[in-house]
């Protein structure tokens, strides 16, 4: 009996580690992720003071980021990249700020705000600004095309295509649980093959 209580408990610890490893950031693409990579181009350099903004509508039900592929021009010793997410009706849903020095040039970087709930199906326009970069610039990759139910503005002023922007939202992922769990009955099984091989 005793035996038994103890493989349950240590199934039910394994079962609580695996869901808790299943809640991962799941990326939801604002953009075609259908248009090649060598497609891309680039804002308008964002300089002291300038701002771009993309609207887009939320597919996920809560959001805890925006991630963007951009690049910094120049040494990157100086300013920041103030972003804020407003809602359908102009309110401020989150806000933050990153300096340029920990932007990676060329690559995807997460704008991470307070989680906002029951987002799916509501319009969100996510509005960044550079500020005291001095001689530094900053571009955001975007592609030529505008997708469906989205806008984008630099410095007030419409201007075609979409960032290479996407949505973050933080969930429980079966896909990811799935494997996880395969994995461990894998080594469970292979580690008793190994006690019955070498006993």
């Not at 597919?59 to 997410?85: H, R, W």
Request: charged residues 25%; glycine residues 6%; hydrophobic residues 40%.
């Amino acid at each position: 009996m005793g035996k038994k209580v103890k493989y349950g408990v240590s199934i039910i610890i394994m079962l609580i580690l695996i869901i808790l490893y299943s809640f991962v950031d799941k990326k939801y693409p604002v953009y075609d992720e259908d248009i090649p990579i060598e497609e891309y181009v680039l804002s308008e350099e964002l300089t002291d003071g300038d701002s771009i903004s993309q609207t887009f509508r939320a597919e996920t039900e809560s959001i805890k980021a925006v991630s963007l592929k951009c690049t910094v021009n120049g040494d990157a010793s100086s300013g920041d990249f103030l972003y804020t997410l407003y809602d359908e009706s102009g309110n401020e849903a989150g806000t933050g700020q990153i300096a340029l020095s920990d932007l990676k040039s060329g690559k995807f970087n997460m704008f991470e705000f307070d989680t906002i709930e029951n987002c799916q199906g509501k319009d969100y326009t996510f509005e960044a600004k550079a500020e005291n970069v001095g001689e530094n610039s900053i571009s955001l990759y975007k592609t030529v095309s505008t997708e469906e139910n989205t806008t984008m503005e630099q410095n007030g002023v419409k201007t075609e295509g979409t960032l290479v922007m996407r949505e973050v939202t933080h969930v429980f992922d079966w896909e990811t649980f799935v494997v996880v769990f395969c994995f461990a009955i894998y080594i469970i099984v292979f580690i008793k093959m190994l006690y019955k091989f070498f006993s």
